[in-house]
């Protein structure tokens, strides 16, 4: 029954933003519901007609001419009637015509339409409304003039061909905003979709590559250099725009790396570790959209070649596979022999070629079956994750290791003095982990966490470790988990009961000129 | 081109091995030896190999395929060596077998003016639909026993094989190891073509043909000089 609940429940997060999702619909349903009842030309397809006179309305407000009136939209109906029905309409008709399309629209030209429609993600039957053209201006008894809402021009630009082609640079924009704006938990949300966006990219190259090997001849040159360049144009505008957000993350996080160790919020070390890992999703995705640049680019040659093959292959012709072989033997009732002949060119019989060689006795036995070369794949991947994982086991370790270090000399400091400075506990370092403390910001994270976690009482380590699965992300610092090290590799410090670290008035300041508050550090034994 | 320098002749030679014993070259896989084919004199060699074995090199933009010349035996099966592989008593079966395949090729290949890819992927339950309203019109047809009598075998035998068979049997577990439904026969004749590269078989009734499969029946078959060759075939009954 649980099962079941999680099921729906993961499955209706698809309804989220529902509303929004039938807003971006709703002016379509409305455009098609309404252009269809026009009965006076049976043989005109009203959607299409209905529609260019949105995109004609839309041309007179794009190139600054005076907004159009009725007549305009007669006159245009009349030039398209007579071009692609040869349908001659008297001036009259044309303006029945047109006016009949401005209603279906817009109601008399610019009332707010309601589309009901049942929103399922809150169960509610809803509306929204529609207004596609509104009057820009008019004078009574004297013609109106006719501009596109907002919404309808956003209906316009959502059926352009090109929408498609800058999905991926649309999606760009958005996630440099939100990157901007500091929304990284939204970005990471963003990357995801483009990472969507550029394996669909990369299936559409693949099927028109395929499609060229396939239907060559089929395929008109120059429509396919000019998709060439389209698409390389594109791919160039995105790979600049990959290296832009990359700058902004990549300044983002020196931003907050330049914060003075004391002012570090917990906020800021959650947006440190969402860079981290935006970067790194967007590297990947970077990374693919390059090789799509490289490997896939290269529609053309791909064209070139293969028509070079079909050159070289002779002339060809079409051979009706159906009408001139299996319907002739099917028509006059013939042997089928000639079947084997015609089919015998697509196998080829390997078997025949083997001949045993005595001596083979005597040669140890080599198995080698399919089975056996899918396992060695297999763990060739299993053996590269593990490598992968291994490395990063081993990062992990080094910097555990000097967190530690770092952690040990403060619990010392507690244990043995009770009340002490950090600079006392820095004094502990070997020379070497000092300097590299003084420009470490695991070091200033460190302290930041102790100070901000306030009084520390082991006695609820043990409880916490319970609960608590290891994180294994190379960012994140887990004081419990290193505690718990450091008292197995010095036990006399369990008997520590509670640590806490306060700012004091002093600093210390390194050789390199940065600057770290000296905390006071309590040990209570 | 009369001298050919050894280095030449070992490559070329390596090359017809190597796809004679893998029965395909890739560009991805084998490199280096999938671009010794573009060297003249190489490709020169290879086809005097290919005119003195009997087979035809195929080429793809990253692939090199081989096809057997039309009645190889050394290269290709006879009606025997087909029978025995795919398990069927007697040619009429094995013709049943080839229906298949030239419905499979007619239903991926049989373009408008030219033999392009038209779909990617077929049907078992379309393909037997289509075979069977075929067969229904040889069925449908006046009776001509002259010419069953004169060739011992004919269309009909195999229609009247084809349609007395029920179409589906749903207690068969195992439709490519079973003949009584012509599923069945469509199953055995897939079981074959996937071992040869040809096609692919997903969710147990999805038909895909491969690259290999493409390549050959879009670049053997409609050279000029091949489709009178095949056609002659059928005239010269």
Known sequence: MYQRNDFEGTALDCLKDFRQRMSNLAPFIHLARKLTGFQKYGEVDMISVGFSVLLFVLENMLIGREECSIDNIADFLQLLLKRSYDINMTQEESREMAFYIRDSIAGSGGEVVDFKFRNLETNKDESISIKLIDTSYYEIKKSARYKLTDQGMELLFKTREIYSEFRINITQLYLKQQIEKGVFSGALQTVNELNLQVRQLREKLESLLLNIRQNVLGIDFEDLKQLFSRIKEQFEIERREFGNIKRILKEHRENIEKINYFELEEDELRKLEQINVLTEKLNITTAEHDRLFNEKLDIVGEYLKTIEIRLRQGVSEFIDFEKSIFDVFISINLNPEPLKSILSPLFTNNASLKVFNLFKALEPQRIKSEALEDDRESIDIELAMEMKEKEEREERERRDKKVMAYLEAILLEAYYEGESHLSQALARLDENLYNTASFDFDFYSLVVILHQNKLIDFKDLEDILSRMVRDTSTYNINIYYLFERIFDKKPELRALKTLLLISGDKKISFENGNEITDFIIKGEK | ?237
């Open chain 2, 1 to 237: 081109m009369e001298n050919f320098s050894p280095d030449s002749v070992r490559k070329a030679f390596s090359l017809f091995m190597n796809l004679i014993e893998k029965s395909k070259i890739s560009k991805k896989d084998e490199p280096e030896l999938f671009m010794s084919y573009e060297d003249p004199e190489i490709s020169y060699i290879m086809r005097i190999f290919e005119e003195e074995s009997g087979i035809m090199v195929l080429h793809s933009s990253d692939t090199l395929y081989y096809t057997p010349r039309t009645d190889n035996r050394f290269f290709g099966f006879t009606n025997e060596e087909l029978r025995d592989k795919m398990g069927f008593a007697n040619n009429t079966e094995l013709y049943l077998s080839y229906i298949i395949i030239l419905s499979i090729i007619i239903k991926f290949f049989n373009g408008e003016n030219y033999n392009n890819k038209i779909r990617t992927m077929l049907n078992v339950e379309e393909l037997e639909a289509y075979i069977t309203s075929k067969l229904q019109a040889v069925e449908a047809m006046e009776n001509n026993e002259e010419i069953d009598e004169a060739l011992n075998f004919n269309f009909r035998s195999i229609s009247k094989l084809w349609l007395d068979m029920p179409a589906y049997d749903e207690k068969i577990k195992n439709f490519s190891q079973s003949k009584g439904t012509r599923i069945s026969y469509i199953y055995r004749t897939i079981k074959f073509l996937q071992e040869q590269g040809l096609v692919n078989l997903d969710n147990d009734s999805e038909i895909y043909t491969t690259d290999k499969m493409d390549t050959l029946v879009i670049s053997y078959y409609p050279e000029s000089t091949r489709k009178r060759e095949i056609l002659s075939f059928i005239e010269r009954i």
